[in-house]
């Protein structure tokens, strides 16, 4: 379990990063939290001619409100996110979400970027730029572009990022008054990536559902949302709706992994309830919310 | 804990050579191809061995605790012509770092013609015997062993039994299986061998439970003298019974140093150690109980059937005779039949792990319960009703086993009591009325230790040198078990001296007896009791030695914290120091028959078997949703007689119980259908972390045993009983659902299929 050998550069700014990237070709790799990257270096099932270390990067690691977004840098860690006062009264969701990754030593050295760029199916951070409709920005040697959430992956672990491409920020929209959030998830333990998980987020006008997302992330290749289903609760009086009923629905439209974790046969079932539980949490929320 | 301890990984010789190994990615196969001359070319690589080089080297390969005559299965260093299971060492590198080495594995071709492999698989599985094809061709049987053995003259059958089996009003016939669950010592495998041919020596740090084993295995393996090696361990990470016995890597490193004249290094990475480690469990047992219509059991007939991989360790692997021993516990069973086979197959070799015969009391402790709910008796109460009870000591068992000093019934009155069994049906009742799936489960069993063969004559010695402190020697191997703590307690204890002023020292063939470590149990029982008998001894070489400087009696005097009194007359107080300095220049004075010098040794022989005796409890809830277990509560009542220090005695039952909550829930190494290992990283293998544990309630009953300290074993019983306990309680949450749970482990999606009406 040693990596095969590797050149590595440690550039301080993002535009001698994106030169670095540049000058390596395909064989360069960016090294953030090393949390996913190192232990695949290790196990040599990838190896890259040079790391560009992105960790001395400090224009990177930022939490900035912009408009009716919040922004965060690609290197701010997860437990960074999972403190910050501002993101957790604007994106509640975020910080339910990064509790759930690993655990503390994991979200001291692991990052938005690196989480959102490795891209696992079953990681929290794309399903909850996926669920609020997220835009990452990225940058290369033809300057910088944005990506939507929902145009990001295309495979497993897979991205529609450019090898010479730095991820270096996600604008999380911040949903408006009214709207909750609620995650679920099974895993086998406390801090294993998801074997089922589930963000569903509502927003409520008079009582009426206005904005639904519902964004799974295990149970595929990528995490998905069901965009047709959430516009069939588009409308609806919040009390019309039956959780139990829509997560049953949504579970048959899903043809989840077989692996040593879980079968397809469970992940189903479980998704089933854990749709309708994250469904009516957030519902709920979002009705007091528009109470309070 | 500090962070302060030094591993073998940290010894650092600056002229070794590290190695990789190159494994075989096929579980059954002829190499038709290997070519190693690219990576013999690349820079840094000192050599790379294959079996041509280095099998010719083996003169001999057995465990001192089996023998040299017991079959063993044929080994061999690096796998030649075939290969048996995947990740069977093939070739090994010697390079200047483990980055080069695993660099020049990439450059190995290696041409592996696959045939179908011999894998009892985890459901479907022990269709073994000549179906597909043999695991060695040489044996020209997949059978590693059989118990009775037919060919020893043993009784093949119990005809008393046959009839009660055919007579009683009740019988009931249930198969258990456990799945493969493994060691997985925090430190995973490492050795280091210097091989001096000018002075004709091997030295050697390992990671292991006992370096005289290691120092007699490569002496064997290499046909050299014991004393031309010196084998010695740094602190240990756990072992659990994987490094008991030097393994096949182990021997690659000894004789590849001594083929060079080098240095070699081989630090086992994580993944190594999941799939090559040496594996556990993987066993099935049927039980047919008969009882009378009160619920006493009438007699018990076992058939045990385990999977003992390639290459097994010790011998052919098989536990069956301890487990046949073992099996009546601590109940009265009336009539006993006990048989079992073991089976090769092309996966890796099953090695000792904590109570490695553990599947009696595994069996018989879910028997008990299903037998007890289904002649409707409460489990608690049909477990008293078969206890073997105080005022039946001493007792022997339907096996044969005396049990002079045990007390189950009263354990089993304990745990009931701190688990609070009466009160939890209620409990259980109000939670299912709130959709919650509550459960309770009780298991009791009986510790063997054995103490026959060379497992039961270890030795103490103690030396107080010139500035009256204690060295105390021993051949044990604590690899976590806290031995430099207890054994010094002892001996401060037996000696009369501080504790702070008993220093231990192990593991280490040129500076402690002969010995054969720490495994079994027994440590505390017989390297604790060699210890107070030798502190004894010297005790009374030190009075004799005072009496001549204080011109007294040594009857009139007594030792207490380093310091010799007269009785009677405290002023009069001569500290170790000075007792020393006379012992050993002092001596002038001495009458003829006082040896100079302050020294005992004591070697203690042990009793044929040592028990003990515990019961555990648990509540556990089950997630109706997703069918994951919760462990609510956790309680324990053990007998270990005299406890050396209580904090030492929990801590095995919390480890052991760990490995309990992780083998029966979490921990599972699977292979596919071709014998493909799935579960290679902690990603897949999952082990228990703090977050899974319960706080841990524990209670005590004292009642010493008969050998000297009265103390018993206790550091594997934690692992044994565990699991029934666990899946009692799991079974008696699902009993709505009529759940029969007999498969390990239990997983989320098993138990949410029982829930759901889904079983297979
Ligand atoms: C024991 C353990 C448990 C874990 N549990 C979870 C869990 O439950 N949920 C979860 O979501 N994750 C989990 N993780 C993964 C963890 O969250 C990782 O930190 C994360 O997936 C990757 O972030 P990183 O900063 O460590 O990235 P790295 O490992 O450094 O990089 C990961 C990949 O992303 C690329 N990358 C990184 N940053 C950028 C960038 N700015 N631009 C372009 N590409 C980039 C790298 O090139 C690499 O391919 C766990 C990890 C461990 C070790």
């Known amino acids: ?292 | 804990m500090t962070g302060h301890g030094r591993f073998v990984e940290d010894v650092v010789w600056p002229d070794t050579w590290h190695v990789a190994f190159l494994r075989s990615p096929v579980a059954r196969g002829r190499i038709v191809g290997l070519d190693v001359e690219a990576a013999r070319a690349l820079d840094g690589v000192r050599v790379v061995l294959t079996a041509a080089e280095l099998n010719p080297l083996v003169r001999s390969w057995w465990q001192t605790a089996v023998g040299p005559d017991a079959p063993q299965p044929p080994r061999r260093l690096l796998a030649a012509e075939d290969v048996r299971w995947v990740g069977e060492p093939i070739a090994m590198v010697l390079a200047t770092s483990r980055y080069v080495a695993e660099d020049a594995l990439e450059l190995i071709e290696l041409d592996v013609e696959e045939q179908p492999p011999v894998i009892a698989d985890h459901l479907d599985r022990w269709k073994v015997e000549g179906e597909v094809g043999l695991v060695h061709p040489e044996l020209g049987t997949n059978v590693a062993a059989q118990v009775p053995s037919p060919d020893r003259g043993m009784p093949m059958g119990n005809a008393a039994l046959d009839d009660v089996l055919g007579t009683a009003p009740h019988v009931f016939d249930e198969t258990f299986h456990q799945h493969r669950y493994l060691c997985v010592p925090m430190e995973a495998r490492g050795i280091l061998a210097r091989w001096d041919p000018y002075r004709g020596r091997m030295e050697i740090v390992a990671a292991t439970q006992g370096a005289h084993e290691v120092r007699a295995s490569t002496a064997r393996l290499l046909g050299i003298d014991e004393t031309q090696v010196h084998a010695s361990a740094e602190d240990v990470g756990g072992g659990f019974g994987q490094k008991m016995y030097m393994s096949t890597e182990d021997h690659c490193v000894v004789a590849a140093a001594y083929r060079e004249e080098c240095a070699v290094r081989w630090i086992e990475d994580r993944n190594e150690n999941l799939v090559a480690g040496g594996h556990a469990r993987t066993e099935d047992m049927r039980l047919q109980v008969a009882t009378d219509e009160t619920g006493r059991i009438l007699g018990i007939k076992a058939h045990h059937v385990e999977d003992v991989g390639a290459f097994p360790t010790p011998g052919v692997g098989s536990n069956a005779k301890l487990a046949a021993a073992y099996l009546p516990g601590p109940y009265d069973i009336g009539q006993y039949f006990f048989s079992g086979v073991a089976t090769y197959s092309n996966t890796n070799g099953k090695c000792a792990y904590r109570g490695p015969w553990m599947m009696e009391t595994v069996a018989r402790e879910q028997m008990m319960d299903i037998v007890a709910v289904e002649l409707g008796i409460d489990p608690l109460e049909f477990r008293r009703h078969n206890m073997i009870t105080s005022d039946r000591l001493p007792f022997t068992t339907s096996s044969g086993m005396v049990y002079e000093t045990v007390t189950p019934r009263e354990t089993l009155d304990q745990v009931a009591e701190l688990i609070d069994y009466e009160g939890f049906r209620a409990e259980q009742a109000a939670a299912r009325a709130d959709g919650r799936l509550l459960g309770i489960g009780l298991a009791a069993y009986i510790e063997g230790s054995p103490g026959f063969g060379v497992l039961g004559a270890e030795q103490v010695s103690l030396r107080i040198d010139y500035d009256g402190k204690v060295l105390a020697s021993t051949g044990s191997g604590s690899h976590g078990q806290s031995v430099e703590t207890t054994v010094a307690q002892v001996v401060a204890d037996s000696l009369g001296v501080d504790y702070e002023d008993v220093r231990v020292v192990q593991n280490d063939t040129a500076a402690s007896p002969f010995g054969s470590g720490t495994g079994g149990s027994r440590t505390a029982a017989v390297f604790g009791g060699a210890a107070r008998l030798a502190g004894e001894k010297l005790r009374r070489k030190v009075l004799r030695v005072a009496a001549v400087a204080l011109e007294a009696d040594p009857e009139d005097l007594e030792l207490d914290l380093g310091v010799v009194r007269v009785k009677g007359a405290p002023a009069v107080a001569l500290p170790m120091a000075q007792v020393a300095a006379m012992a050993y220049a002092g001596h002038a004075a001495f009458p003829p028959d006082l040896e100079p010098g302050l020294e005992a040794a004591h070697r203690i022989k042990a009793p044929t078997f040592m028990f003990s005796n515990a019961a555990h409890a648990a509540v556990v809830e089950v997630d109706p949703g997703t069918g994951q277990v919760r462990v609510l509560r956790y309680a324990v009542s053990e007998d270990c007689g005299n406890m050396i220090n209580p904090m030492v005695v929990e801590g095995q039952i919390a480890g052991g119980v760990v490995q309990g909550i992780g083998g029966v829930f979490y921990e599972h190494f699977v292979y596919d259908s071709t014998g493909n290992p799935l579960t290679t990283t902690f990603m897949d293998y999952l082990l228990p972390t703090a977050a899974d544990v319960p706080e841990i309630v524990y209670g005590h009953v004292v009642t010493p045993s008969t050998t000297p300290g009265g103390f018993k074993p206790v550091g594997e019983g934690g692992a044994i009983v565990s699991p029934p306990a666990l899946i009692n309680a799991v079974r008696d949450a699902l009993r709505p659902f009529g759940a029969r749970l007999t498969a390990q482990p239990l997983t989320p999606a098993v138990l949410l299929d029982i829930i759901e009406g889904n079983t297979r």
């Open chain 1, 1 to 292: 379990m040693k990596p095969a050998p590797f050149a590595y550069e440690a550039p301080t700014t993002v535009s001698e990063a994106v030169d670095c990237l540049a000058s390596h070709g395909e064989e360069a790799k960016v090294l953030a939290g090393g949390q996913s990257l190192v232990p695949v270096l290790a196990l040599r099932l990838a190896r890259y001619e040079a790391l560009v270390d992105l960790n001395r990067v400090g224009e990177l690691d930022y939490v900035r409100r912009e408009g009716s977004t919040m922004v965060i840098g690609a290197m701010t860690r997860q437990a960074t996110i999972e403190r910050d006062p501002t993101l957790r009264a604007a994106i509640p969701v975020l910080r339910e979400a990064t509790r759930l990754i690993g655990h503390p030593q994991i979200r001291n050295r692991g990052t938005l970027g690196g989480s959102v760029a490795h891209g696992d199916p079953a990681a929290e951070y794309p399903a909850v730029a996926l669920a609020t409709d997220a835009t990452i920005t990225v940058i290369g040697p033809a300057g910088p572009r944005i990506i939507e959430a929902a145009d990001l992956y295309d495979g497993p672990m897979s991205t529609t990022l450019a090898e010479d491409e730095i991820l270096t920020a996600v604008a999380f929209p911040v949903w408006c008054p009214g709207s909750g959030f609620a995650v679920r998830e099974m895993a086998r333990r406390e801090g294993d990536f998801a074997t089922v998980g589930v963000i569903a987020g509502v927003t409520l006008a008079d009582d009426r559902i206005s904005r639904a997302a519902l964004a799974l992330f295990g149970v595929g290749a990528t995490p998905m949302r069901f965009r047709q289903l959430e516009g069939e609760l588009l409308g609806a009086d919040f009390l019309a709706v039956d959780p139990t009923d829509f997560g049953e629905t949504l579970a048959q439209r899903l043809d989840p992994p077989n692996d040593v974790h879980a079968s397809t046969a469970y992940r189903t079932r479980v998704a089933a309830r854990l749709v309708a539980e994250a469904l009516d949490a957030a519902l709920d929320t979002a009705r007091q919310e528009t109470t309070s």
